[in-house]
């Protein structure tokens, strides 16, 4: 198993009661992580929902957030305000803190092993219902280069079938080849189209 990193609390905003994930029996990979922000007199007009496609799971699940998760929940919160539900999904199901263990499952075991047999119909499920779509699976950090593409490509077709809604990507200063990852963002950082 791969190693997995520190937790964190949940943004403030988040409800934790609503926080739900979707695991392999093995809880080697995370399909889904959902959650919905507080709801109270102030939020009322919260109610669209959003998804945010990131690399790979690490440490989060339905009780604790890990720093990638807990900088998205922020910018979300933030930047969306009519959000009253909040969707991660990734590209690889495999849960690891560190990408190139991505790297070492993949090369071992192949593409299916760090998808996970359920990930594209989460995508799926998850894409349907959501109102605005957010890419920030960032670059290959040390995952093999053909093999990182082709998911993206796969990825792309998914949200492509499954999605009519604005797809964002956060951008700082520098340009980035992919859409930058949820953990590089500042929460000053632009909203801009991605293009599928």
């Known amino acids: 198993m791969a190693r997995i990193g520190r937790q964190v609390d949940h943004y403030s905003e988040v409800d934790i ?22 709801n109270n007199l102030l939020n009322k007009a919260r109610t669209r929902t959003v998804t945010v496609i990131l ?3 690490s440490a989060a699940d339905e009780k604790r957030s890990d720093s990638t998760i807990r900088k998205v929940e922020t910018y979300v919160w933030q930047h969306f305000p009519d959000a009253r539900n909040l969707n991660i999904l990734n590209i690889f199901g495999f849960r690891a803190t560190d990408a190139k263990e991505v790297n070492i499952k993949l090369s071992g075991e192949g593409s299916a092993a760090v998808n996970g047999s359920e990930n594209d119909r989460f995508f799926a499920e998850i894409l349907e219902k959501s109102d605005y779509v957010i890419c920030a699976w960032g670059g290959p950090s040390g995952i093999d280069g053909k093999n990182y593409n082709s998911r993206i490509t796969a990825v792309k077709e998914l949200i492509s079938n499954n999605y009519k809604g604005p797809v964002f990507q956060v951008c700082g200063s520098q340009l980035t080849k992919e859409p930058l990852h949820g953990l590089m963002w500042g929460y000053q950082y632009e909203l801009k189209p991605f293009t599928i």
């Open 55 to 57: 690399k790979n799971p």
């Open 17 to 38: 009661q609503s926080i739900r994930a979707d695991f392999s029996p093995d809880r080697q990979h995370r399909f889904t992580l959902t959650m919905e922000y507080s």
